[in-house]
Every structure is written in structure tokens, then in C-alpha cells.
């Protein structure tokens, strides 16, 4: 894979901090999961990518891609396989102990499922001392005025910190999900499906919550989602995946107006639009995902692709970058956009099951 | 056109204990043939309640329907004996549940839980249920050889087509779908949902689509109607609910949608939480997170209002002035 250039990225850096150093870096990540018998399931293979200070990377792609994989090893839940991890500049692949605690002050997660990841056993204000007590920052009344002033921060009202998480409804638990990551005044959260298990409008409460977050104190977001249009709203990057490679990386509207890799059109054309004008013929990828084990060389997507040829199914392909900013892994991006507006309702060919319509 | 389904004033409460939850108040809903409806809400709005309702599914001791009547061709379903609902469920009225890994029986072959259905509907012989079996099947895309497997061996979308064979496989007039995508990803979802599209229109079935994906609603459906409360608060053809909506909750709705175009901006969420069936509201249920209630909301029950043939609502604050305020389209424009 292609070393992908500072100055590319800061070409690309859509929040306009162009003399910025990326806050994290991931080069040539890899995280390969032994399963006995059977070999290696290569759940991130060879990910380089950067974030910006007070930037928002959206991922997205199907389940079972390695999305919250990425997540997990940037939050050292993880060790990777190969690969380095660099926090401002500083390598934090094999972190001590002692540093271990410092990086998780400034680096934090939101989890997808507001149900399970909050104890049930304690009480929100309990739930929400747990970083200040660990990290020994503050104790007694300061304590409780800073839990209360965290709770009020996120839109929480003083009353909820009595109650137990089943007391509360999904929005409201996901909102002390985040105060919980914003107490040590973090500069990096990974959010992991942050908002799929919520309704519409509560979504729509959390969405803006992170926003303003975000404005309030230059946080960093790593976004991982498979709902196309959030991370279309939320990010100012868009990296896709596909089974655990990155093959489409671009800032937001680049990615949403030139589309370039097969992959991501067809995932773009999948979502169902409200709008009637936005309805079009869409590409329907048959087959699901092949799995991750022991993956051939060549193009990951190519079995389910439209345009794979027989070079695509040997060679490896590289992320190049096709214009500033937008990174492609494909060989054959020039024509995926012609081919796109041809292909009409002609079904994709390949893949492994048989063709369903 | 044909009705085919007629719910009228469907009342369904839930008991447990000394608290009562009142999941579906008077609701009023006609199906026609070959048409597709899409129900959509938030979680707790009544919409699964509804669907179980129509299928005599209600959790048996503490569902309870307290009012109203659901009419299949003319017939009370609620009135019907189980032995006489037996022969109607899963054969002319069927439903494709939300989980497809708890929907489908973990201990037998997903080819004998098909051909079960064949063999109580239709009567048929081992043999050719299990030839019928394996066309539908490979309709959704699944290979005869799998007949034979568990339901565990099989991925979420894979499982999810399954369930949407076994809803189909004796042609139902009713295909009930609840949340039938919401476990799955959008390129199986637009599967799925491509599949269904022409399934509906060789069969000439009526669909009744579940989910609170309105882009869903925007691509499948002919009519939608919107659910808040356990009432039906808008209804209409969707073009007509979706661009020019008139109920202020089916506004915040659609102005909560992150959308794929257009400029992004701030989106507007519903403030307040969703009615507490447990302690509805007096009036209109809507009213105490509606920024434009009235005296009226907050203590009488609106009615139903014909906006024009293709599009009802009930609202107060919409009676009578409808067309003087459009409302904005929120993040489009």
C-alpha cells in the first residue's frame, strides 16, 4: 500500500488547519485473530490513515469489515498484530502501564449498545465519579460538583443522577455514555455506532449533542457508523472499508458527489432516499460479504464487482491518490464512474451466491 | 379496489399487574389489494402491537384487545375461533418478523420449517412441499443444498431471506413485514427490499411495511401512515405526506433525518420523549412536545381531516387552515 503524504492529507484536511500535525496515525495497521484449525482471520489488513485536531473521520462500511475492530485497537482494547500507532507524533503502539493511563485521558470511546455498556448495579452518578476517582482528580464535594456540572454539560438534568440506567430511555443513556467519555477532557473519542440503536428524533438529539461537543472542546472523532447519511452529516472525512482494507478515502463532499470506487457507489446507491428526485436504478451487490480468512490476493471486492477483470482478481490493489485529497484503491476507477450511469438495472454479476432477481 | 384489510377503532391494551399500558387507542386502518402501506413511528408508537394484533400474536395473558375490529375480507378476525385463524395465518395473512434469529426455530432445518408451512396450508406431500420449498428459496437466493442446515449456519441477511421465504411460500393475500431490515446492512437491505418490491407486484399481495426508515417508506410504498401514541396521526399517498407533510410531528420526523444531499444542517430534533402509554396525555397525545398547541390540543381528542383526497391528518392546530402554512422541508432547502 502506498505511503500516503502528510501533505496530501493536510491538502485534504477539510477542517482547514493545514499547518496542524495529525493528533493520531495509524500506519500499516494490522489485527489478524487466530482461530485454531482454520488460520488467521484478517480483520484489519494494512490501514494507514490520519487524524486531524478537531476533525471528524467518518467509517463506514458493512458489518463484519473490521470497522470497530479499527476502533478497538486505536483504544489499546486491542493489540495489534502489525503495524504503529502514533499519538501526537509520540509511538503508542506497546504503551507502559503508566502511559496507558495518560492516553486514556485524551482518548475515549462511545459505544454502540447505551444498554450494556453502562454497569447496572450503580447509579448515574456513580457511573459518572468512576473517571474522576480512577484518575484520583477530585473527591468529595469537588467531586460531586464536578459530576454535576459534566451531567448539565451533555443536557442531562440533576435528577437522572439518582437513577440506575434502566431507569432510563436509550437517548438519555447514550447521553451519559458520553459525559462518561467527555469527564477527563479527552481529545480523541472513537464513537462506535453511537446513534444505531436510537430513534430518529433522539438520534438527531445525540447527533447535535456530538457537534457541539466537539466545538465546545476541539475534540477529535473517529465515526464509525454504517448509516451512510449520518456520517455524511457528522464527518469531515469519509474513509469506506471493505474487508478490512480501506478502499475510498476523501473528504465528505468529495466522497458524496465523485464517487470513485465500485464498492462505495453501490454502497452509496443501497441507501433508500426519501427524496423522490434521488431515486435512481440502483446497483444491487448480490451475495454477502466473503469472509475475512485467509483472504486470496487480488482485489478484495473484485468477486462481487461489476467491472473486475482478471487483473483485478490477482493483483493487490494500492490506495493512490486520484485528485488532492482523495485516495482510491482501485485500478480501474476512471471508468467505475462511466460504467455506473451505463449499468442501469442490469444486476451485478459474480459473487457467491446466485444472482437473486 | 378491493379492501382487503379493514382495522376499525382498534383498541389494544397491555395489563401487568395493577398498571395498564394503552399501546393502541381507536386506531383506524384500511389495506387494499395489491397496495403497499408503510407504518411508520418511533419505538413505542403501537406499530409491532398492531401487526400482532392482525395476527392473533398478542402475548397471550397480557395483551388484550379492549375495542374495535379487524376485518379480513369481510370477516372479523378477532371473532374467529384459533382452530379457523389457523387455517388464515401464515397461509393468506403472513409476517416477517424483526430478528430473523429468534423468528426461526433454532432446532429444526430451515427446509423443514418451510415445508411445515406448505404441508398445514396447502396439504401438500413431503415431496412436493419440499420441491416448493426449494423455488422459493432459491427465489431469495439460497441454494436448495441449504435446505438442510440450521438456521444458526446462516449469516443475519441470509437468515432474514429465509423468513421472507417462509412468508411467502403459500402466496399470501397480507404480507405483514415488521422492521423486516433493521439487523441488516444496506447492501442486503437493498436486496431484501429490491426482492420484495417484485415479489409484491407478481403476486399481486398487499403489503403492510413496519419500519421507521422513512427512506424505506419513500421507495416500497404507495400510502404511509404515520404513528404516534397507538393513533394514526397522518395519513396519505407518500408523495404527498412526504413533501408536503402536515402534522408537526411527521415535520420533526422528517426534519430529524440526516439526508444524503443538500446542505448539512443543524437537524432539528423532537423535543421531549416519546407518549408513555402508560400515562397518555389528555387531548392530542403529540400535544406536549408540539411547539404549536393550543388551548384545544391539551384537552380535546382531535379528529381525522381530509387535506384533500390523497391525504388526512388529525390535528387541531392544521383543522380548517390547511393550506395557509407550508411548512419549511427541513434540510433540503
Known amino acids: ?357 | 379496489m378491493e379492501e382487503i384489510l379493514k382495522i376499525s377503532k382498534l383498541s389494544v391494551e397491555y395489563r401487568s399487574g395493577d398498571t395498564v399500558a394503552k399501546a393502541v387507542n381507536g386506531l383506524n386502518m384500511t389495506l387494499y389489494k395489491g397496495q403497499a402501506m408503510g407504518l411508520v413511528g418511533e419505538s413505542g408508537a403501537g406499530k409491532t402491537t398492531t401487526a400482532l394484533s392482525v395476527m392473533g400474536l398478542l402475548p397471550d395473558k397480557i395483551g388484550y384487545v379492549t375495542g374495535g375490529d379487524i376485518e379480513y375480507k369481510g370477516q372479523s378476525l378477532l371473532k374467529m375461533k384459533e382452530k379457523e385463524l389457523n387455517t388464515i395465518r401464515g397461509g393468506k395473512i403472513s409476517m416477517v418478523f424483526a430478528n430473523p434469529l429468534s423468528s426461526l426455530n433454532p432446532v429444526f432445518t430451515v427446509g423443514h420449517q418451510i415445508t411445515m408451512v406448505l404441508r398445514q396450508h396447502r396439504h401438500m406431500t413431503e415431496k412436493e412441499a419440499h420441491a416448493e420449498a426449494a423455488k422459493f428459496l432459491k427465489m431469495v437466493g439460497i441454494p436448495e443444498y441449504r435446505m438442510e442446515d440450521y438456521p444458526h449456519q446462516f449469516s443475519g441477511g441470509m437468515r432474514q431471506r429465509v423468513g421472507i421465504a417462509a412468508a411467502l411460500v403459500c402466496s399470501p393475500e397480507i404480507l405483514i413485514a415488521d422492521e423486516p431490515t433493521t439487523a441488516l446492512d444496506v447492501t442486503i437491505q437493498a436486496q431484501i427490499l429490491e426482492l420484495m418490491k417484485d415479489l409484491q407486484k407478481t403476486m399481486d399481495s398487499s403489503l403492510l411495511m413496519i419500519t421507521h426508515n422513512l427512506g424505506i417508506i419513500a421507495e416500497l410504498c404507495q400510502t404511509v401512515a404515520i404513528m404516534y401514541g397507538g393513533e394514526i396521526v397522518e395519513y396519505g399517498s407518500v408523495r404527498e405526506v412526504f413533501e408536503n407533510p402536515m402534522h408537526w410531528y411527521t415535520i420533526g420526523l422528517l426534519n430529524a433525518v440526516p439526508k444524503l444531499t443538500g446542505k448539512r444542517e443543524r437537524l432539528a430534533s423532537i423535543p421531549g420523549n416519546v407518549a408513555n402509554a402508560q400515562m397518555l396525555p389528555e387531548g392530542c397525545k403529540f400535544h406536549p412536545r408540539c411547539g404549536y398547541c393550543t388551548k384545544t390540543c391539551r384537552t380535546k381528542q382531535p379528529e381525522m381531516i381530509c387535506v384533500n383526497e390523497n391525504h388526512y391528518v388529525q390535528c387541531w392546530e392544521r383543522g380548517g387552515k390547511a393550506e395557509t402554512k407550508r411548512p419549511a422541508k427541513g434540510g433540503n432547502q
Open chain 1, 1 to 357: 500500500m502506498t505511503e500516503i503524504k502528510k501533505e496530501n492529507i493536510i491538502q485534504s484536511g477539510a477542517t482547514g488547519q493545514s499547518t496542524q500535525k495529525p493528533l493520531l496515525r495509524v500506519e500499516h495497521l494490522k489485527e489478524y485473530f487466530k482461530i485454531p484449525g482454520k488460520g488467521y482471520l484478517h480483520a484489519v489488513d494494512d490501514i494507514t490513515m490520519e487524524i486531524m485536531p478537531n476533525e471528524t473521520l467518518g467509517l463506514v462500511g458493512e458489518s463484519g469489515c473490521g470497522k470497530s475492530t479499527v476502533g478497538n485497537v486505536l483504544m489499546r482494547l486491542l493489540k495489534p498484530t502489525g503495524g504503529k500507532i502514533f499519538y501526537e507524533d509520540k509511538d503508542v503502539t506497546k504503551p507502559s502501564k503508566k502511559e496507558n493511563l495518560e492516553l486514556t485521558k485524551k482518548t475515549q470511546m462511545v459505544f454502540q449498545d447505551p444498554y450494556s455498556s453502562l454497569n447496572p448495579r450503580k447509579p448515574i452518578r456513580s457511573i459518572l465519579s468512576e473517571p474522576f476517582k480512577i484518575n484520583k482528580t477530585a473527591e468529595g464535594r469537588e467531586l460531586d460538583d464536578k459530576v454535576r456540572k459534566l451531567a448539565e454539560r451533555v443536557g442531562l438534568e440533576p435528577y437522572v443522577l439518582d437513577q440506575y440506567p434502566h431507569e432510563l430511555d436509550g437517548g438519555k443513556r447514550q447521553m451519559v455514555g458520553i459525559a462518561r467519555a467527555l469527564a477527563m477532557q479527552p481529545k480523541f473519542i472513537v464513537c462506535d455506532e453511537p446513534v444505531s440503536a436510537l430513534d430518529v428524533s433522539v438520534q438527531a438529539t445525540i447527533i447535535n449533542l456530538l457537534i457541539d461537543m466537539q466545538k465546545e472542546m476541539g475534540l477529535s472523532y473517529l465515526f464509525i457508523s454504517h448509516d451512510l447519511s449520518v456520517v455524511r452529516h457528522i464527518s469531515d472525512r469519509v474513509a469506506v472499508m471493505y474487508l478490512g482494507q480501506i478502499v475510498e478515502i476523501a473528504p465528505t463532499d468529495t466522497i458524496f458527489s465523485n464517487t470513485l470506487h465500485p464498492y462505495s457507489i453501490a454502497l452509496l446507491s443501497a441507501v433508500p432516499k426519501i427524496d423522490f428526485e434521488e431515486q435512481e436504478n440502483r446497483i444491487v451487490l448480490t451475495g454477502d460479504v466473503p469472509s475475512p480468512m485467509n483472504p486470496k490476493p487480488g482485489c478484495r471486492f473484485a468477486p462481487r464487482c461489476w467491472m473486475a477483470c482478471e487483473e483485478c482478481k490477482n493483483k493487490d490493489q494500492e490506495l493512490t491518490q486520484v485528485e488532492p485529497g482523495h485516495f482510491v484503491a482501485c485500478s480501474r476507477w476512471k471508468e467505475s464512474r462511466e460504467m455506473e450511469l451505463k449499468l442501469e438495472r442490469e444486476p451485478a454479476n459474480g459473487g457467491q451466491n446466485e444472482p437473486i432477481l
